[in-house]
């Protein structure tokens, strides 16, 4: 479904990605893992088209280099960034409603799904955004761009600085998004995490992809592990 080759990133004259590679295919959940300032960020930020870069980003077999990010999204493309990205001053209702593509709802995702998925995004929706705690604004974040009905959803670090309970109810999202055959490539920082729900994995160093595998190969290789994971 997804394939990155050679792609490179930079930001100004800093070159940040060196030829990664990586592909999704259809219902798979895969991760992308390595210490802070990797380029895990980038790699996602420039197969949406945030970033400059060269090289060959393939979805569903058509080219997106080079293409502006409102097209890449509308191709099928969706990205929870990391700092989340929500309107303040608009209910969490209007949030969700701005995540749809068109005024009608005919994907595979409704305003209901969501509000059964997060029961609080129901019991808030009439509330500005801003109000909302961090975990309530991830939830918020995550829906909205269901609310486009993706084909695959790119995600930032989703579970950065949420509680426990918030986080286990993400990871059964993740698994929801899987079952409706939507893909997930995933930047994780919780390594359990991203064991527990990937198919694949791929570990990221200086720019560059150093390890992929499955999360069984990757607990077998203790040394891609300290050398590119532990601290």
């Known amino acids: 479904m997804l394939e990155v080759a050679d792609l490179h990133a930079y930001y100004g004259k800093s070159h ?13 959940i895969v ?8 380029g895990r960020s980038t790699t996602i930020k420039a197969i949406m088209g945030q970033v400059a870069g060269s090289g060959s ?38 949030n969700l409603l701005l995540g749809q593509k068109g005024t009608r709802e005919s994907g595979r995702w ?6 059964q998925l997060f029961p609080r995004l129901r019991e ?14 991830q939830m918020l974040t995550l829906c909205r761009t269901l609310m486009g009905d993706p084909d695959l959803v790119m995600i930032d670090e989703p579970t950065e600085g949420l509680a426990p309970k918030i986080v286990e109810q993400v990871a059964s999202l993740f698994d929801e998004i899987a079952r409706r055959g939507i893909s997930i490539l995933l930047v994780e920082q919780k390594l359990a995490i991203a064991m527990k729900i990937s198919q694949r994995v791929y570990v990221m160093g ?16 203790e040394s891609v592990r300290k050398e590119w994971l532990e601290v």
């Open 57 to 94: 980003v393939k979805f569903q077999g058509q080219e997106l280099m080079g293409l502006k990010t409102y097209v890449i999204s509308r191709r099928g493309l969706g990205y929870v960034p990391e700092n989340r990205d929500i309107f303040p001053t608009l209910t969490v209702r209007q």
């Open 124 to 137: 808030r929706a009439d509330a500005p955004a801003g109000v909302l705690s961090g975990g309530e604004q």
């Open 31 to 38: 991760s992308l893992l390595g210490r802070n300032g990797v």
């Open 16 to 28: 940040i990605l060196h030829g990664v590679h990586l592909r999704v295919g259809q219902g798979e």
């Open 206 to 221: 200086h720019g560059r992809i150093v390890f992929e595998g499955t999360p069984a190969d990757l607990r077998a290789s």
């Open 110 to 115: 409704s305003m209901e799904d969501m509000y």
